[in-house]
T-cell receptor, first 111, second 112 residues
């Protein structure tokens, strides 16, 4: 069966520091991969998605970037965090345009 | 521009009664819809889907209805249970886009 991992679960970072969140999927090949952010009291905002290695589509201009160095690995990064980057970050996978399955999430607090 | 809207931020229902969660969309190209349930500090869990070729899909206590002409879908939970208390998101996708637009969620509270 397929599983999706995200780490760390919680992260507290100072403003201006770098960020690297990792997501890996097991049990499937060539999944579509997604990064979402849920700000406090808000819905799910799609940040990036990828349909293959090295292919990244950005949905919202912002302080973040994404990379997909391997088929089942998706990384969310920032060179310098802003206060507004705080939120709950979710990784998800799907087969083509089907149902998306989410990881457990990373809570990021930027102080 | 919010293409997928859940206009009720919260809903309270008595245990055993029906919960009805609503979702409206504006993009007529959307043809596949999902409902998710989310507990605090966890990832959303997929509940049920519906394709635009159908107007109803049922899975146990969960039924989703789609009214394409009104661009409206709803999730019915019968009977509601306290464990159903969570935030529910609807999501919509257009064929070939590989991405979903999510609503802002409705917080359901089922009272024992």
């Amino acid at each position: 069966s397929q599983t999706i991992h995200q780490w760390p679960a919680t992260l507290v970072q100072p403003v201006g520091s770098p960020l690297s969140l990792e997501c890996t999927v097991e049990g499937t090949s060539n999944p579509n991969l997604y990064w979402y952010r849920q700000a406090a009291g808000r819905g799910l905002q799609l940040l990036f998605y990828s349909v293959g290695i090295g292919q990244i589509s950005s949905e919202v201009p912002q302080n973040l970037s994404a990379s997909r160095p391997q088929d089942r690995q998706f990384i969310l990064s920032s060179k310098k965090l802003l206060l507004s980057d705080s939120g709950f970050y979710l990784c998800a996978w799907s087969v083509l345009g089907g149902v998306q399955y989410f990881g457990p999430g990373t809570r990021l607090l930027v102080l | 521009d919010q293409q997928v809207k859940q206009n009720s931020p919260s809903l309270s229902v008595q245990e055993g009664r029906i919960s009805i969660l609503n979702c409206d969309y504006t993009n007529s190209m959307f043809d596949y819809f999902l409902w998710y349930k989310k507990y605090p500090a966890e990832g959303p869990t997929f509940l049920i889907s519906i394709s635009s070729i159908k107007d109803k899909n049922e899975d146990g206590r969960f039924t989703v209805f789609l009214n394409k002409s009104a661009k409206h879908l709803s999730l019915h939970i019968v009977p509601s249970q306290p464990g159903d208390s969570a935030v529910y998101f609807c999501a919509a996708s257009a064929s070939g886009t590989y991405k979903y637009i999510f609503g802002t969620g409705t917080r359901l509270k089922v009272l024992a």
